[in-house]
């Protein structure tokens, strides 16, 4: 790995955990106390609501590797 790349990922990162840290009441009141803005499914079977979350991950991957072998 290039010595640059290395020393530019991790100072971004430090940087990045610095600025999150700074507002971290506020950013965890804004993503964890707040109401949900999408509607839940208003499905009954625990099954039906843990594919649902899966299958969204699994097609994005799917696609993603779909896009992959158009390249080659």
């Not at 971004?12 to 804004?30: E, S």
């Amino acid at each position: 790995m290039n010595a640059g790349a290395l020393t530019q990922s991790v100072l971004q990162t430090t940087g990045i955990t610095y600025l999150l840290l700074t507002d971290y009441k506020r950013l965890k009141q804004f993503f964890f106390k707040s109401l949900p803005a999408i509607p839940h499914p208003a499905v009954h079977n625990a099954t039906v609501k843990n594919i649902l979350p899966a299958s969204a991950i699994l097609l994005s991957l799917l696609f993603t590797l779909y896009l992959k072998t158009l390249m080659h």
